[in-house]
Nanobody, 114 residues
């Protein structure tokens, strides 16, 4: 699976941003999809995930502000981010896994300014 994430950018605190990840190369609908992020000097951390059946999971600090969704027909997963805060600043990575195989996309930078 090849993953291409896009949609990052600069946004003011309180604003919104939508990240998208386009997948190619395999049976997308079987894969669990997720978003991770990594801030400078920090380890990469889980943000949100969506299973093949549509079950969603979120990091506590983003729950209620971020929404992950998938469109199997478009082989795409999105992360809608609202009420962004400075702590959301990071490089966001798209991730996919299935039966022990995992894949990472290149990150997209999200910068939240005050």
């Amino acid at each position: 699976v090849q993953l291409q994430a896009y949609g990052g950018g600069l946004v003011q605190a309180g604003g919104s941003l939508k990240l998208s990840c386009l997948a190619s190369g395999s049976t997308f609908s079987d894969y669990r999809m997720a978003w991770f992020r990594q801030a400078p000097g920090d380890e990469r951390e889980f943000v949100a995930a969506i299973s093949w059946s549509g079950s969603k999971f979120y990091k506590g600090s983003v729950k209620g502000r971020f929404t992950i969704s998938r469109d199997n027909a478009k082989i795409m997963v999105t992360l809608q981010m609202k009420n962004l805060i400075l702590a959301d600043t990071a490089v966001y990575f798209c991730y996919a896994d299935h039966l022990g195989d995992d894949f990472w996309g290149r990150g997209t930078q999200v910068t939240v300014s005050s």
